[in-house]
């Protein structure tokens, strides 16, 4: 190797120690190194990871899935859970809607399912002549559509307005639902028999899309030693309530994030558009998600502003359900959208 190539190499390195240490520094100083962001008053400093460590304890070996859906309703997103049955897929949307103390209810969907089952009907009332609205189960806080695909695409969309709006419309009026208002829906597999897959615009109300996956060895020997674990009990005191989530989640909008943040959201989102790697890009919608959801991120890892880690930790999250390969239009594993996005530098 001569001296030409031999600097070659050496500017190359001096060029991937600034992308990994110089840049992110240069962020960390548009921002105030504050050790934890100061949580309300009438919320416990810890309460984050006392909800993640007692909802541990009935869905075993799954606390990154379970910080990623707190992360979720910190965001106000909607949550979609992709998995083959029995993996603890509704325990986890009843433990979590437990423990931070909000209303649920639970919607078993099948194939000859109505929207009216989801949203609600009307009565005639033969003693005054009226007709009286009886609400149907969306109106809740906490709202489990279990096994949303294997409901035609008709019930499906009645969700839509519910899912963007937080609200209901039928018979020409329109009723707002409960506050904070929270979807998860688990879906099977595709390949799996009587499924309907879900069009773009319903998987787009879905802020993150998980798998929980089979539990490590550990984990499935402490729950067959145990005989399985017990269904979330209700004699456990929520850990926070509708008002303490609501303030949460206003203080999650208060992250700050410095401009170069934003650049870099701006140059992943462009990367997805112009990288011919994904035959759509993400949408404007979505980027204003991924910010959001940093910002989540950031809070339940005790910050008050967004470092790069964050937008990295939940972006495969938000774009796997909203991309597809360019050239034989599939989805993308998560851990090689990962992979794929790292090429994205980190901007000064």
């Known amino acids: 190797m001569n001296f030409t190539d031999t ?7 001096l060029n ?15 921002v105030p190194m504050t050790q934890a962001v100061p949580l309300p008053t009438d919320i416990e400093q810890d309460v984050f990871e006392k909800i993640l460590d007692q909802a541990s304890k009935y869905i075993l070996g799954k606390k990154p ?9 910190l965001a106000e997103g909607h949550l979609l859970i992709e998995d083959i049955p029995g993996i603890g897929k509704t325990t986890l949307a009843k433990m979590l809607a437990h423990l931070l103390g909000l209303d649920f209810q639970r919607v078993q969907c099948t194939s000859d399912m109505l929207p009216g ?13 009226t007709f009286a609205f009886h609400p149907g189960p969306i109106f809740t806080q906490v709202l489990l559509t279990d096994e949303i695909n294997r409901t035609p695409p008709k019930t499906q969309s009645a969700l839509l307005e519910a899912m963007e709006e937080k609200q209901v419309s039928f018979e020409g009026k329109t009723r707002d639902l409960p506050s904070p208002f929270f979807v998860i829906a688990t879906q099977n597999p595709l390949e799996q028999s009587g499924t309907y897959p879900l069009p773009e615009s319903q998987l787009d109300r879905f802020l993150f899309r998980l798998e929980l996956g089979y539990p490590d060895r550990d984990a499935e020997h402490d729950l067959l030693a145990g005989g399985g674990v017990d269904s979330p009990s209700t004699a456990i005191a929520p850990f926070l309530s509708a008002d303490k989530v609501l303030s949460l989640q206003q203080l999650t909008a208060r992250i700050q994030v410095a ?3 934003i650049r870099y959201i701006q140059d992943l989102i462009d990367f997805t558009r112009h990288s011919g790697t994904f035959t759509l890009g993400l949408s404007p919608r979505a980027g204003l998600l991924l910010l959001r959801s940093a910002k989540a991120w950031a809070l339940l ?15 495969p999250y938000i774009a796997r359900h909203r991309l597809r390969r360019a050239d034989t239009h599939e989805e993308v594993p998560t851990n090689e959208l990962t992979e794929i996005f790292q ?3 980190v901007p000064i």
Do not use: T
């Open 259 to 261: 401009d170069p943040l």
């Open 65 to 73: 899935q379970l910080r990623l859906a707190l992360c979720c309703i």
């Open 301 to 315: 890892n005790g910050r008050d502003f967004v470092l790069p880690e964050d937008v990295q930790m939940v972006l």
């Open 16 to 30: 991937l120690f600034e992308n990994l240490i110089y840049q992110p520094l240069k962020i960390l100083e548009c």
């Open 343 to 345: 090429s994205v530098a």
């Open 7 to 13: 600097l070659h190499y050496i500017r190359k390195a």
């Open 117 to 129: 089952d989801i949203l609600g009907f009307s009565v005639f009332n033969r003693d005054n002549g």
